[in-house]
């Protein structure tokens, strides 16, 4: 079965960096679309970007252009989001999820499977 596995949540200051990666297994890395999502305190939970290993294409959230980056290892089954220029707004849990096919493989899509989560802390 599909199962995701998060790691490198933590707690930064404000400016700072952190890598999140996401291990998948139980399917075929290269078919499947990889989301991170986040859910912010007291906030319903928002996609921030989005990547399809069969192409490497990749759609961000404007909140988090420019800053954030997704990225895949396909030997790992592993995505990554190096996260930079963090602000306390970004504190959140992340998750990643992962649907079938590269079609609406984007952060609005629906997502079936999903991981446990990561906590992100931000301080100012």
């Known amino acids: 079965q599909v199962q995701l596995v998060e790691s490198g949540g933590g707690a930064v200051q404000a400016g700072g960096s952190l890598r999140l990666s996401c291990v998948g297994t139980?399917?075929?890395?290269?078919?499947?679309?990889v989301g991170w999502f986040r859910q912010r305190p007291g906030k319903e939970r928002e996609g921030v970007a989005t990547i399809y290993p069969g192409s490497g294409s990749a759609i961000y959230a404007d909140s988090v252009k420019g800053r954030f980056t997704i990225s895949q290892d396909n030997a790992k089954n592993t995505v990554y989001l190096q996260m930079d220029s963090l602000n306390p707004e970004d504190a959140a849990v992340y998750y990643c999820?992962?649907?079938?096919?590269?079609?609406?493989?984007?952060?609005?899509?629906?997502?079936?499977?999903w991981g446990q989560g990561t906590q992100v802390t931000v301080s100012s």
């Open positions: 139980g399917y075929t890395f290269n078919n499947y679309c």
């Open positions: 999820a992962v649907r079938y096919g590269g079609r609406l493989c984007t952060p609005t899509s629906t997502f079936v499977h």
